[in-house]
């Protein structure tokens, strides 16, 4: 048992430097975006979508198990940061996949939700059979999500810009990160050659943004399915007219609806 603890236990590593410090890495940047956000969205009344809340703040286990696996390259390390974001991804599935796109024989989310907690619980086992092929099977789930976002944004195509815009850029954000992420997997002596080996650390970077931008998107779907009466719109962080910022979401109705809101989530 005392071996799966570790350093280096793991089969799994990147073209960086092990253990290097660097004054610019930005590794699990979770643990600090993740907290940002979540004060962001409760300070748009979103507090009665609590399941909103509980994404958000499992996130930050994804932060600190990143964090905990990439100083020890340790068995269990990777596969604490795995299964983390899996049943982070499970959860978004749960509570966001839109019920339209249900299967034909599940007409409730909580028959749903059970489905995908048996998937889950099946690939949670399955993924240590296997633990070198954890980390493609997390990227098809991502690739299922892109499919789902594309289906739905067929629907605000002509009628919500804002949302085509933040869809745009969170899977803008998505296939850059997978770049370089398959590029520093299997083009490693390229980028040694080169003298730069960083692009896994910039994976990080660019993948917690577009999750960001992406969990928000789906959760502004979910609010416009979910509880329309309240008006749900986006904004960014600090500023709406700036290129870059945080989006989040405020709910534009009257107190008296956002009262009507919290009842219905109840």
Not at 38 to 57: D, P, T, V
């Amino acid at each position: 048992m005392a071996g799966v603890f570790s350093y280096e236990s793991s089969e799994i590593d990147w073209c960086e430097d092990n253990y290097k410090y660097s004054e610019h890495t930005l590794h699990s940047l979770y643990v600090f975006l993740s907290p940002y956000v979540l004060f962001l969205w409760s300070l748009c009344a979103l507090s009665s979508k609590h399941e909103l809340f509980y994404i958000k703040k499992d996130s930050l286990f994804i932060g600190l198990f990143s964090a905990y696996f990439h100083m020890t390259l340790s068995f269990v390390g990777q596969m604490l940061d795995e299964l983390s974001i899996l049943w982070v991804l499970a959860l978004g599935y749960a509570v966001w996949f839109p019920r339209r796109l249900f299967p034909s024989f599940i007409k409730e989310r909580s028959t749903f939700s059970s489905l995908v907690l048996v998937v889950t619980v099946i690939t949670t086992v399955s993924s240590f059979v296997k633990p070198t092929a954890n980390a493609y099977v997390l990227n098809c789930f991502g690739l299922h999500m892109l499919y789902v976002l594309a289906v739905e944004m067929r629907w605000y195509e002509n009628s919500d810009v804002s949302a085509l815009r933040l869809a745009k850029v969170s899977v803008a954000l998505w296939v850059l990160a997978i770049s370089c992420w398959i590029s520093d997997r299997f083009g490693c002596s390229f980028w040694q050659r080169l003298n730069f080996c960083y692009l896994h650390g910039i994976w990080h970077i660019l993948i917690v943004t577009a999750v960001a931008y992406g969990s928000t998107l789906i959760a502004y779907l979910d609010a416009n399915y979910e509880i329309p009466y309240s008006l749900p719109g986006l904004q960014y962080w600090p500023c709406d007219k700036w290129a870059v910022g945080l989006p989040h979401i405020v709910l534009k109705g009257t107190t008296k609806t956002q009262k009507r809101c919290s009842k219905h989530s109840h």
